[in-house]
C-alpha cells in the first residue's frame, strides 16, 4: 500500500495533545482562500524549480520513522497526527497507516476539513483517538465563496461523528474582515456547546506564511493579506467565544 506525502514533522507540538509526529498528505478537495499549504493542494507529486512536492511512500517506511519518537509521545501525551490537505483523499492509505499506528499502541489524530463520504469516516472511527476538525463558516453560501464547497456534508459528519462518540478539537481559521464577525464567533461558541464530544475549541489565527509559496505556485486565492492580525483583535476572539462555551478555548 502507496499514498503521497509533502511532509514529515518531528517534534510538533501544535497538532493535538504532547509531542506528535505530523503526516503530511498530498491532494485537498478544498481550495480555502487563505490557504498555507497550497503545495498539498494536487495528489501526485509534482515539480517545484529544481525539486519536487511530494513523495510516494509505504505504510511501512511511514511506520519506521514514526516509531523512532515513540517514547516521547509516552512520556508527553502524544501520537501522529495525519493532516495535509485532506489525509481523506487517500483513504485506503489512511486507513492502513492508522491500523498499523494502533497496533504499536501509537495515539492517533486525524486533521480533516470534513469533506468525505461518512461511511469513509464510519469505517476509522474506532482507529481515531481525536478528530482536528475544522470549522470555517457556519452559513454554506459563505463557506463555498471562503473554500470553494459548501458545508453540508461538513456539518453533517460533524454531528455524526459527535453521535458516534468521537472526541473533537474544534479548528477554527479566523481571518481578520473575512470570518471573524461576531455572529461567526457566536456560531463556533454555539457549535462547540452543542456537542458533547467537542473538548476544545482552537482559534487559528490567519497567518500570511504561505503566502511565497502560493505565489511560486501560482495558487494565490484572492485573499491577499500579508499582515497577521493584531494580538488585540486575537484576544478578543477568544474572550467573544470563551464568554460563550463551557468548552476549553485556546489560540493556536
Ligand atoms: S482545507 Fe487546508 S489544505 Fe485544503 S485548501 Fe483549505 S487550508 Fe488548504
Redesign the pocket.
Given at each position: 500500500m502507496r499514498g503521497v506525502v509533502f511532509d514529515v514533522k518531528r517534534g510538533s507540538v501544535k497538532d493535538g495533545p504532547g509531542i506528535r509526529t505530523s503526516v503530511f498528505f498530498k491532494g485537498?478537495p478544498?481550495?480555502?482562500i487563505?490557504?498555507h499549504?497550497?503545495e498539498?493542494?494536487l495528489p501526485e507529486p509534482e515539480p517545484d524549480g529544481d525539486g519536487v512536492i511530494g513523495r510516494e511512500t509505504s505504510v511501512e517506511a511511514l511506520m519506521e520513522e514514526i516509531l523512532v519518537d515513540r517514547i516521547f509521545y509516552r512520556a508527553s501525551g502524544g501520537g501522529i497526527t495525519l493532516t495535509?490537505?485532506?489525509p481523506m483523499m487517500q483513504f485506503p492509505f489512511l486507513r492502513e497507516l492508522l491500523a498499523a499506528a494502533k497496533a504499536e499502541k501509537i495515539s492517533t489524530a486525524l486533521d480533516t476539513?470534513g469533506f468525505a463520504p461518512w461511511e469513509e469516516y464510519r469505517e476509522i472511527l474506532g482507529l481515531i483517538d481525536l478528530f482536528l476538525y475544522?470549522f470555517k463558516a457556519a452559513d454554506s453560501i459563505r463557506h463555498r465563496e471562503l473554500?470553494g464547497v459548501e458545508n453540508e456534508l461538513i456539518l453533517e459528519n460533524l454531528c455524526r461523528l459527535n453521535e458516534a462518540g468521537a472526541v473533537i478539537f474544534l479548528r477554527c481559521p479566523l481571518v481578520p474582515g473575512v470570518n471573524d464577525s461576531p455572529e461567526h464567533l457566536a456560531a463556533i461558541a454555539g457549535w462547540a456547546e452543542r456537542l458533547s464530544g467537542v473538548e476544545e475549541v482552537t482559534l487559528e489565527p490567519y497567518h500570511p506564511l504561505g503566502m511565497e509559496k502560493a505565489e511560486r505556485l501560482g495558487r494565490c486565492g484572492t485573499l491577499k493579506c500579508r499582515n497577521f492580525p493584531p494580538s488585540e483583535s486575537v484576544n478578543a476572539w477568544r474572550k467573544t467565544v470563551a464568554s460563550r462555551t463551557r468548552k476549553r478555548v485556546v489560540v493556536s
Open positions: 485537498c478544498l481550495r480555502c487563505w490557504c499549504n497550497p498539498s493542494w495535509g490537505g485532506e476539513c475544522d473554500t
